[in-house]
């Protein structure tokens, strides 16, 4: 296991988020504010982009529940380079993970679906994913690289050239 950094989320701020309306900053101006993702409940979207996200149904919080099944805080989304990490807050009803209880934090993926009380929450990254390693050629098997436009071998157009 590694140690995560409980520090940090134990305390979320909640007041100044309620004083400015403005999202958490990253503590040393830490690019954390570019989007890498959002939450889409029922008609709402909410755009995934301070350093912590909390949920619950404090209506202060970046993703604010009007559920009573959903504890005040309830879960929180931690980002780690270019990953999102959600975890349970020691919630009444726990948090769920694609029907999996979220026990440890678990690394977001696009069209993850969360359930918290009653509610309903789809993740949609917005990250590009890292490429992969490489193709291979769809008619004479060799790998080619993620910017190859065509197979050198056999001069079939290549799945990861962007036309
Ligand atoms: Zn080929």
Do not use: K, M, Q, W
């Given at each position: 296991m590694r140690k995560t950094q409980s520090i940090q989320m134990v305390a979320p701020?909640?007041?100044?988020?309620a004083?400015?309306?403005?999202?958490?900053?990253?503590?040393?101006?830490?690019a954390a504010t570019r989007e890498l993702g959002?939450?889409?409940?029922?008609?709402?979207r909410f755009p995934i982009g301070g350093a912590i996200v909390s949920i619950g149904r404090?209506?202060?919080?970046?993703?604010?529940?009007?559920d009573p099944?959903?504890?005040?805080?309830?879960a929180q989304?931690?980002?780690?380079?270019?990953?999102?990490?959600?975890r349970d807050l020691g919630s009444r009803n726990g948090t769920w993970v694609n029907r999996a209880r979220v026990t440890v934090p678990h690394q977001l993926r696009s069209?993850?679906?969360?359930?918290?009380?009653q509610t309903e929450l789809v993740f949609q990254g917005t990250a590009a994913p890292s490429p992969p390693l490489s193709f291979a050629c769809k008619s004479c098997g060799k790998p080619l690289g993620p910017?190859?436009?065509?197979?050198?071998?056999?001069?079939?157009?290549?799945?990861?050239g962007s036309s």
């Open positions: 701020r909640i007041s100044s988020v004083s400015t309306g403005v999202r958490l900053s990253a503590p040393n101006g830490v959002y939450l889409e409940a029922v008609g709402r404090d209506r202060n919080l970046e993703v604010a529940l009007d099944g959903v504890s005040l805080l309830h989304i931690t980002r780690h380079e270019d990953a999102l990490y959600l069209g993850d679906r969360i359930h918290v009380g910017e190859a436009r065509f197979c050198t071998s056999c001069g079939f157009p290549a799945p990861g």
